[in-house]
Nanobody, 123 residues
Framework: QVQLVESGGGLVQAGGSLRLSCAGS????????MAWFRQAPGKEREFVVS????????TYADSVQGRFTISRDNAKNTVYLQMNSLKPEDTAVYYC????????????????WGQGTQVTVSS
């Protein structure tokens, strides 16, 4: 089992940057695909990016491609999301999630979730 705790959210102006962190517990953290999802008020939770257990492969949503970068440090049981050139439409609660398999973008494809961290981008 994996427990996930996100941190790093906050308020930033449009064009600014933030780095989110997701700390995982459990010896099997390195075996999991890790992903970030986000949910804006009144909208469904949507896929943002995922990273293979080894870090060798990543998949980005078109809306964040070129602006966001995911990375992981398995020695620290942590996954990161570097967010640059932030836009007001990036405002959402960001969730970290873990799955046994890679290549999926659906909420139901992920087994473990963090509690979320709020990101607010002002215009």
């Amino acid at each position: 089992q994996v427990q996930l705790v996100e941190s790093g959210g906050g308020l930033v102006q449009a064009g600014g940057s933030l780095r989110l962190s997701c700390a995982g517990s459990g010896r099997t953290f390195s075996e999991y695909t890790m992903a970030w999802f986000r949910q804006a008020p009144g909208k469904e939770r949507e896929f943002v990016v995922s990273i293979y257990w080894s870090g060798i492969s990543t998949t980005y949503a078109d809306s964040v491609q070129g602006r966001f970068t995911i990375s992981r440090d398995n020695a620290k049981n942590t996954v990161y999301l570097q967010m640059n050139s932030l836009k007001p439409e990036d405002t959402a609660v960001y969730y970290c999630a873990a799955a046994r398999h890679y290549g999926y973008k659906g909420v139901r494809d992920y087994d473990y979730w963090g509690q979320g961290t709020q990101v607010t981008v002002s215009s």
